[in-house]
């Protein structure tokens, strides 16, 4: 009776020992398909403001995944959101909702992720910035409108406006027209347009008297020109995330429903705690730190 006890125990002994090891493979098993690497590969059009988060965060991205190919063009919100509409990319970056661009049909079809806040700045050559440093609203509606076409008007030098603007199709200027300018029509100057905001700043740079905006990760690392400030409200990322500077929007990845899997795990990435470090050094903002109620 004795030995048949002890062979009972030692049988229920091994099925618990058993069972806890598989156990433990099954919960190696699952942390081993959380950071297994992917492969494939991913395209992305579209917003030239999201442009440098989207490209820092896939030279990240393939130090982990190193099978993964990603390929990213800028051309403006509005080609981003129409490329990822009939799939000719995985990804189209925007400065605004995909329903200020596409139809409601076309857009109910994307599934949208907000990244990032973006801020945007009204930037001006240094030989106006040394004189002029805030603006009023209606000021810069005049300006961008072209009824104030001389800088003495504001309170600079005797010198002309020169304006560098952006194509219809660019949402830094829907975002830009709807919360700095009070949604008046911006004036066009076809010889220097660009959606570009690398070039646009180069634009501002190079030419006396030139004013254009973009967003402010364009400034971080840039001295080559000023940004103004807007009723004396400098465009920062605190006053941003305290509701004193009200023109910025959130930045959009706009894919399929139902993305591959390495444009999800991109995705996924962008979004985690790890990459969300680097969003604030970048220049651009977070959106669990935004204090204002304004709905943008």
């Known amino acids: 009776m004795k030995l048949k006890k002890v062979i009972l125990v030692a049988l229920a002994a091994m099925m618990v020992l058993g069972a806890a090891g598989c156990g433990s493979e099954q919960k190696s ?15 992305g059009s579209g917003s030239s403001a999201l442009l440098p988060l989207v490209k820092d965060a896939a030279e990240k991205f393939k130090e982990k995944n190193k099978d993964v190919s990603i390929s990213l063009n800028a051309g403006g919100s509005g080609t981003g959101l129409k490329q990822v509409s009939d799939g000719s990319v995985d990804m189209g970056n925007s400065d605004v909702p995909a329903e200020t661009k596409l139809d409601k049909a076309k857009a109910d079809k994307l599934q949208d992720h907000k990244v990032a806040v973006m801020t945007v700045a009204a930037i ?8 002029v440093k805030s603006v009023t609203r209606q000021q810069l509606q005049d300006i961008f409108t072209a009824k104030i076409t001389n800088w003495k008007d504001v309170g600079g030098p005797d010198e002309p406006i020169v304006l560098v603007t952006r194509p219809k199709t660019s949402g830094t200027r829907a975002l830009f027209k709807q919360y700095a300018i009070n949604d008046a029509e911006e004036a066009s100057n076809k010889s220097l347009e660009t959606d570009n905001s690398g070039i646009l700043v180069q634009s501002v740079a190079q030419n006396p008297g030139a004013i254009g905006y973009v967003a402010l990760p364009y400034l971080v690392n840039d001295k080559s020109v000023v940004a103004l400030s807007i009723d004396g409200v400098e465009p920062t990322l605190e006053n941003t995330y305290s509701g004193k500077y009200s023109v910025w929007g959130y930045e959009h990845i706009y894919t399929s429903k139902e993305p591959k899997a390495a444009v999800k795990a991109f995705i996924d990435y962008i979004l985690s705690d790890e990459y969300g470090k680097r969003i604030e050094e970048l220049g651009y903002g977070i959106g669990s730190k935004m204090q204002t ?3 943008h």
């Open 29 to 43: 098993d699952a942390g081993a398909a959380k950071t297994a690497a992917v492969s494939g590969s991913i395209t």
């Open 124 to 131: 001006v050559n240094k030989d106006i910035g040394d004189k």
């Open 293 to 295: 109620k304004e709905v």
